[in-house]
C-alpha cells in the first residue's frame, strides 16, 4: 500500500463516525478493514477487529500509535494545528503507554460511546 492508510472497523459506529472525522481532515486514505485484501497488508482479521492500523508503506502502526500518525497527518493550517500537536504529544514515549491504554479502554467499550452498537463490541483476549 502505497498511499498512507488509516484502516479501521466499519461494523463500529463509533469507529466510523472517528473515520469520517478523519477523512475530512487527513491527507490519507481511510479504509474500512472489510473492503481490504488482509493478506496482502499483512494482517489478520483478529488485529484489525482488536484496534485501528496505520499502513504507510514504511511501517505498520496499530492503536494509539495508528491513532497519533493520523492526527500528525492532518492538512497544514491553522484550524488543524492542535490535532496534529496531539498526534505528535501521543507518540512521545513518556506518553505512549497513558495513550495506548486510553485506547486500550476507548476499544473495550467503544459499544457504549456515541454512535456504538453491540457489534462495536470487541471479544475478550
Known amino acids: 500500500m502505497t498511499t498512507p492508510t488509516?484502516?479501521?472497523d466499519a461494523d463500529c459506529g463509533f469507529c466510523t463516525r472517528c473515520a469520517d472525522f478523519?477523512?475530512?481532515?487527513?491527507?490519507?486514505?481511510?479504509?474500512?478493514?472489510?473492503?481490504?485484501?488482509?493478506?496482502?497488508?499483512?494482517?489478520?482479521?483478529?488485529?484489525?477487529?482488536?484496534?485501528?492500523f496505520w499502513l504507510d508503506g514504511r511501517e505498520t502502526s496499530r492503536g494509539a500509535r495508528a491513532i497519533a500518525a493520523a492526527l500528525r497527518s492532518f492538512r497544514p493550517g491553522p484550524r488543524l494545528l492542535?490535532?496534529?500537536?496531539?498526534?505528535?504529544?501521543?507518540?512521545?514515549?513518556?506518553v505512549r503507554p497513558v495513550a495506548a491504554l486510553g485506547y486500550a479502554l476507548v476499544a473495550r467499550y467503544r459499544y457504549r460511546?456515541?454512535?456504538?452498537?453491540?457489534?462495536?463490541?470487541?471479544?475478550?483476549?
Open 6 to 8: 488509516l484502516v479501521y
Open 22 to 52: 478523519a477523512r475530512a481532515r487527513g491527507t490519507y486514505a481511510v479504509a474500512p478493514w472489510q473492503s481490504l485484501d488482509l493478506a496482502a497488508v499483512g494482517l489478520t482479521e483478529q488485529q484489525v477487529s482488536e484496534a485501528a
Open 82 to 94: 492542535g490535532y496534529r500537536l496531539l498526534g505528535r504529544l501521543i507518540d512521545l514515549p513518556p
Open 113 to 125: 460511546l456515541p454512535g456504538g452498537t453491540a457489534a462495536c463490541r470487541v471479544p475478550p483476549a
